[in-house]
């Protein structure tokens, strides 16, 4: 863990960063991060993000291995030698696109990115009872370079539009929801549901869910349930990650 002072942060931001640390690090054993892909979430009720720095492995990212970018990538105030992805752009720019974002990850995981290789194989449909979230979609985005540039990250946050994820060609996935523990959710469900389809597709043709089914799961699922639903996957992981020592007991009072 880098114990640089960044004059960025104040103290305020001491709960987030440690929410967004727990997310790489869980993230991170789930291998959904490797040595790629990354995690943000905007500074309540500013044009500003926090995410966590390059030089540090995702495997041991802590509070303080954090910069603060404004929505043009720029970091304004950092310690010295940290400084943020190179895809920042993913991040700076569907922020400025979606006030309603308020976490981002960017994921390489190899059975999402799977559903971007083909081109004679079913794409990425709803499987499980869990995706009904994405009903409303999941582009594709066909620039398959990393996102250098705002240009870039701009024509990203166009293909996402009002989604809640995108798929990005021979690359990854990029999510999006209203907090970090909502994103964690999303992402371990999101390659659930990947993984899902290609197991079944192993067994015979899957079957996305209809959309009388569709209907029947968003009217089983209210937001209070999704609420109660994303805190449940977060305390599991939470725990399974501290007994494995992923976690440290000191951060316990920013993770309940
Ligand atoms: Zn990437």
Redesign the pocket.
């Known amino acids: 863990m880098n114990t640089a002072t960044d004059t960025s942060f104040d103290a305020a931001q001491l709960p987030m960063r440690t929410e967004l640390a727990a997310c790489v690090r869980l993230m991170h054993d789930a291998a959904i991060l490797n040595y ?2 990354h995690v943000s979430a905007r500074i309540a009720g500013e044009d500003r993000l926090v995410i966590h720095s390059l030089v540090t492995p995702r495997s041991e990212v802590g509070p303080d291995d954090f910069v603060v970018c404004d929505l043009d990538g720029v970091v304004p105030e950092a310690a010295p030698g940290h400084k943020p992805p190179s ?1 920042v752009h993913i991040h700076s720019e569907i922020y400025k696109a979606r006030p309603d974002v308020g976490a981002i990850a ?1 994921i ?1 995981s190899e059975s999402v990115i799977a559903f971007t290789l083909t081109t004679d194989a079913p794409c990425l449909k709803l499987v499980r009872c869990d995706a009904v979230r994405w009903r409303s979609g999941i582009p594709m985005h066909t620039d398959p370079t ?1 996102i250098r540039n705002g240009k870039q990250g701009a024509a990203l946050a166009a293909t996402l539009g009002p989604h809640r994820a995108a798929l990005m060609r021979a ?2 996935a990029v999510l999006v929801a209203p907090s970090a523990r909502a994103v964690f959710a999303d992402t371990i469900q999101f390659d659930e549901n990947a993984r899902a389809q290609l197991l079944a597709a192993t067994l015979g043709t899957p079957a996305p869910l209809s959309e009388a089914e569709l209907d029947a799961l968003e009217e089983a699922s209210p937001p209070e349930f999704l609420d109660h639903y994303v805190n449940k996957i977060w305390r599991y992981y939470v725990e399974r990650g501290r007994a494995a020592g992923l976690i440290p007991d000191d951060w316990a009072t920013h993770l309940t």
Do not use: D, I, V
Request: hydrophobic share 0%; no cysteine; aromatic share 0%.
């Open positions: 790629n892909g895809e960017h390489h990393r690359h990854g």
